[in-house]
């Protein structure tokens, strides 16, 4: 199935895709940190977005 670009923000947020650039770069934008600090995060604490929030230390939602 090809992506809807018309869509601009993940349609799950309870998961974090790395993967997708366009999905890397919103939640790096959304936390406020790079995207190899998402990719870090993702790589310590799994895909859960609560789980990467906190180790990030920001707050979700």
Same mark, same amino acid.
């Given at each position: 199935?090809?992506? *809807?670009?018309?869509?601009?923000?993940?349609? *799950?947020?309870?998961?974090?895709?790395?993967?997708?650039? @366009?999905?890397?770069? @919103? @939640?790096?934008?959304?936390?406020?940190?790079?995207?190899?600090?998402?990719? *870090?995060?993702?790589?310590?604490?799994?895909?859960?977005?609560?789980?990467?929030?906190k180790?990030?230390g920001?707050?979700?939602?």
């Amino acid at each position: 199935m090809a992506d *809807d670009l018309n869509i601009r923000e993940p349609q *799950d947020k309870f998961k974090i895709n790395i993967h997708e650039e @366009w999905e890397l770069n @919103w @939640w790096a934008q959304r936390f406020g940190v790079s995207k190899q600090k998402i990719k *870090d995060a993702v790589a310590s604490v799994g895909v859960q977005t609560k789980d990467v929030a906190k180790h990030l230390g920001k707050t979700w939602p």
